[in-house]
Nanobody, 125 residues
């Protein structure tokens, strides 16, 4: 059964770091591009980062470029999102998702067919 499970969220002070992990089961990372998205209360879902099925193409939203890094571990079948220099505006529920018809990697939510349940990230002093 295909499943995506996020972990690693929590409360952190501004300027701090968190590392989110997306554990995939029921498929291998070679089969799909993986995206990280976030949604804050009252806001639309935002594409944060993505990594291609080959693992060699990565994309970042302008608001996180230079602060967030996406990576994957094929042995563990996980995709991590390292988040540094966190800001209050990064507060949101973070989701990972899989795109099984990838051409490269996209931060458009409509391309992704399977989603995790999300993990809360709160940046506050």
């Amino acid at each position: 059964q295909l499943q995506l499970v996020e972990s690693g969220g929590g409360l952190v002070q501004p300027g701090g770091s968190l590392r989110l992990s997306c554990a995939a089961s029921g498929f291998t990372l070679d089969d799909a591009a993986i995206g990280w998205f976030r949604q804050a209360p009252g806001k639309e879902r935002e594409g944060v980062s993505c990594i291609s099925s080959s693992g060699d193409i990565r994309g970042y939203g302008d608001s996180v470029k230079g602060r967030f890094t996406i990576s994957r571990d094929n042995a563990k079948n996980t995709v991590d999102l390292q988040m540094n220099n966190l800001k209050p505006e990064d507060t949101a529920i973070y989701f990972c998702a899989a795109d099984f018809k990838p051409t490269f990697c996209s931060r458009a939510a409509g391309r992704y067919s399977d989603w995790g349940q999300g993990t809360q990230v709160t940046v506050s002093s």
